[in-house]
């Protein structure tokens, strides 16, 4: 069941890495940075994500990153999910994601599981809202 709303950012695609993958043909190496919310502490993101494109059409990728709290908190995230390219050339993803921190603020995430939907436009920019999985 899906549960409070626990993030939320926006950012910027910074760089792509395009690989051959050989079960697929191509692989996308993704980074990007960003700033939002999580349980109410502001945060600087730092990110990348590799992607496939599956023989329907749609992609499966995987993620971690860097949170770093305005006040000094620290957390990483690892996720996995499935998306689509949009009409402008962009892409939707929806997954799980799971964030580890010693910070007193955010220690509460260490036993969450998250699910999101992030997104990329046409013109890189990036939003992700993040919900605790109850």
Request: aromatic share 10%; charged share 25%.
């Amino acid at each position: 069941m899906l549960g409070e709303k626990i993030g939320r950012s926006t950012g910027k695609v910074t760089g792509r890495r395009i690989l051959r993958d050989g079960a697929t043909g191509v692989k996308v190496e993704t980074s990007f940075d960003a700033s939002g919310t999580m349980l109410g502490v502001e945060y600087r993101e730092h990110g990348s994500y590799w992607s496939v494109m599956r023989a329907d059409g749609t992609i499966y990728g995987e993620g971690t990153g860097l949170l770093i709290g305005k006040t000094g908190e620290m957390a990483t995230w690892v996720g996995q999910g499935v998306g689509t390219i949009r009409k402008d050339g962009g892409v939707n993803f929806r997954g799980a994601v799971y964030v580890q921190s010693a910070s007193p603020k955010w220690t509460r995430l260490n036993t969450v599981a998250a699910i999101y939907e992030y997104s990329v436009d046409g013109k890189d920019k990036t939003k992700s809202d993040i919900w605790e999985w109850k």
